[in-house]
């Protein structure tokens, strides 16, 4: 399987796609109006706290305040800290006007604040570093035991030679050598050293210490031996990517590439296309089938039709087939459009168990790839498919969209004949309330349409019940719904 990274840089936005055997399987938008908050560290001061929520909301210095629940707050336990299970009394542990540091562990979504926790961690290429948790961890996608004890016994050794603080070996530190990860304990802990110096002069409601920009996360979070190359289309992006290539991944080096060419660099992949597609609730299966995705404030629905697809055999084998095609093409489209929370899949119904065993390993087998975390459940009594995917930023459709101010996210909006009824009945209202010469009407195009051809008679038998004469006025910027009936 080849895989790519193509990072597009303008100077208001950066872009980046993951690409498997010439397909776009994720994308990846920063703004700078529009940063993402994840990893930020804020100094903030609790302004409210909400003992019916066992939370508090935190000004952190953005336009909304931020919640943080009782769950997310460091409690000390004989003389050490940890989040712990058993949840003290939010009252208990902040009160309104208190200073407290925190970080962003999800970015505001929709009308919601940022979630904050008060357990800092902060990432490097093979570790995470908790300053609180002497504890060791490793990744569960490290499955060799030969190598999670290599990993945790040298892990331990370098922590004799530190004070406080545990470690986290994310699943880039598979195979890393000793001298890697101890100069990631090195780098993280003069890291926090200076963090922790800061924060004590800090304002509250200001930032303490930023995350790194989108494409310098990438070459952390996500180059690795199966990524075959890096192409960065801006050359200062590019040499900056080298740097950190140099300081922390020297092997990794090799896989960078400045992309001087003419051509914009996502058409090499026909990228900007797919990511119309996936903005689109329709999505077009091979085999004719297609997929319908909408998102909602509570959970994003998945229908799976056949469409087109009649299928060669029986019924049942064209259900099932469709089906498979829906699952593969759904887990691309979860990681595509970044889409997170609960997510309800209506596959078609399937009368035969093995194969809605084979629908589900499909599924299931197709988001190992993902890098957000997924739980699925069976398939339910009405043949629905529950599963969640772990939300931590907005998705592609919130990034990129916003809300049509015609229809305000209803999505559809009322008829002409809706509109033309409505406006009959409020001619009556006024006729009898003013007690006008005559009544004019302002409507939209379709609407005066509806009004002088179809509806024309009714028209004259509403003059001919109120005894006014009614005239009509195209107005060019009004909606189909919008209209003003004005006495005259």
């Avoid at 840089?9 to 950066?14: F, G, H, K, L, S």
């Avoid at 872009?15 to 993402?36: C, K, P």
């Avoid at 459009?337 to 093995?354: A, K, P, V």
């Avoid at 999505?411 to 006024?430: D, N, Q």
Wanted: proline fraction near 3%.
């Amino acid at each position: 399987m080849s895989e790519e990274i193509l990072i597009n840089v303008t100077p208001r936005e950066t872009r980046v796609a993951l690409v498997e055997n010439g397909v776009l399987q994720e994308i990846f938008v920063e703004r700078a109006r529009r940063r993402g908050l994840v990893g930020n560290i804020y100094k903030g001061r609790v302004c409210r706290v909400l003992p019916g929520m066992q939370a508090a909301f935190v000004d952190i210095g953005l336009e909304r305040a931020a919640f943080l629940h009782a769950s997310d707050i460091e409690q000390p336990i004989d003389g050490d800290f940890a989040a712990t299970k058993s949840v003290a009394d939010i009252t208990r542990l902040l009160h309104e006007g208190d200073e407290i540091s925190v970080q962003v562990i999800k970015d505001p979504l929709g009308t919601k604040g940022a979630r904050l926790t008060t357990q800092v961690t902060l990432p490097s290429r093979h570790l995470v570093f908790i300053p609180n948790v002497a504890n060791v961890g490793i990744s569960q996608k490290i499955d060799g035991e030969e190598e999670r004890v290599r990993l945790r016994d040298l892990i331990q050794l370098f922590m004799t030679e530190q004070e406080g603080g545990g470690y986290i070996a994310r699943t880039a530190a598979e195979g890393a050598t000793a001298e890697a990860l101890r100069a990631d304990m090195l780098f993280l802990r003069k890291l926090w050293e200076s963090i922790r110096a800061t924060l004590p002069q800090a304002q509250a409601g200001s930032l303490v210490y930023g995350d790194l920009p989108l494409t310098i996360r990438v070459m952390r979070d996500m180059l690795d031996d199966g990524i075959e190359r890096v192409r960065i289309d801006s050359r200062e992006s590019y040499q900056r990517a080298r740097e950190f290539c140099d300081r922390f991944m020297p092997g990794m080096k090799t896989q960078l590439e400045y992309y001087p060419g003419e051509r914009p660099i996502f058409d090499i992949y026909s990228i900007e296309d797919e990511i119309k597609k996936a903005l689109d609730r329709k999505v077009q299966l091979k085999s004719g089938g297609y997929l319908i995705i909408d998102q909602t404030e509570a959970m994003t629905t998945c229908d799976v039709n056949t469409g087109g697809y009649v299928g060669h055999r029986n019924l049942e084998e064209t259900i099932f087939k469709t089906n498979l095609e829906a699952a593969q093409t759904l887990a691309r489209q979860l990681r595509l459009r970044n889409l997170g929370g609960i997510i309800i899949i209506d596959f078609i119904d399937m009368q035969d168990e093995e194969h809605k065993r084979q629908v589900l390993r499909t599924l299931e087998k197709c988001l190992e790839k993902d890098h957000s975390k997924t739980h699925i459940s069976e398939v339910s009594a009405l043949g629905l498919v529950e599963m969640t995917r772990k939300r931590t930023s907005e998705s592609l459709e919130h990034v990129m969209c916003e809300v049509c101010p015609t229809c305000n996210g209803r999505a559809s909006l009322k008829t002409a004949e809706t509109t033309c009824y409505e406006i009959f009945r409020e001619i009556i209202r006024a006729a009898r309330q003013f007690d006008p010469q005559e009544l004019l009407v302002l409507a939209s195009q379709e609407v005066v349409d509806l009004f002088l051809d179809e509806e024309s008679a009714s028209l004259a038998e509403l003059e001919t019940f109120i005894g006014k004469p009614i005239r009509y006025q195209v107005e060019m910027l009004y909606t189909q719904e919008q209209y003003d009936v004005v006495p005259m």
